[in-house]
Nanobody
Framework: QVQLVESGGGLVQPGGSLRLSCVAS????????MAWFRQAPGKEREFVAA????????YYADSVKGRFTISSDIAKNTVYLQMNSLKPEDTAVYYC????????????????WGQGTQVTVSS
């Protein structure tokens, strides 16, 4: 059983930056692909970014390409989401997710979820 704990959310002005962290425990980190999803009020939870278990391959939603970067540190069992040039439409609860083996962009493929961290982009 994998447990995921996110941190790093907060209030930031448009154009600002935040870095989210997700620490995994209870499983073999190197066997899991990791991803970030987000859910805004009244909307479906949507894919943001994913990283393969080796860290060599990354995937991004079109809405965040060029602004967000996903990375992982296997030694620390941690995945990060660096968010730059933030926009008000990035406001959402951000969730870390994990699945065995291959990374995908499909929410239902992920078996393990964190509790979420709020990101608010507002002036």
């Amino acid at each position: 059983q994998v447990q995921l704990v996110e941190s790093g959310g907060g209030l930031v002005q448009p154009g600002g930056s935040l870095r989210l962290s997700c620490v995994a425990s209870g499983g073999t980190f190197s066997r899991h692909a990791m991803a970030w999803f987000r859910q805004a009020p009244g909307k479906e939870r949507e894919f943001v970014a994913a990283i393969s278990l080796s860290g060599a391959t990354t995937y991004y939603a079109d809405s965040v390409k060029g602004r967000f970067t996903i990375s992982s540190d296997i030694a620390k069992n941690t995945v990060y989401l660096q968010m730059n040039s933030l926009k008000p439409e990035d406001t959402a609860v951000y969730y870390c997710a994990a699945k065995l083996w291959l990374a995908t962009m499909t929410r239902n493929d992920y078996a393990y979820w964190g509790q979420g961290t709020q990101v608010t982009v507002s002036s």
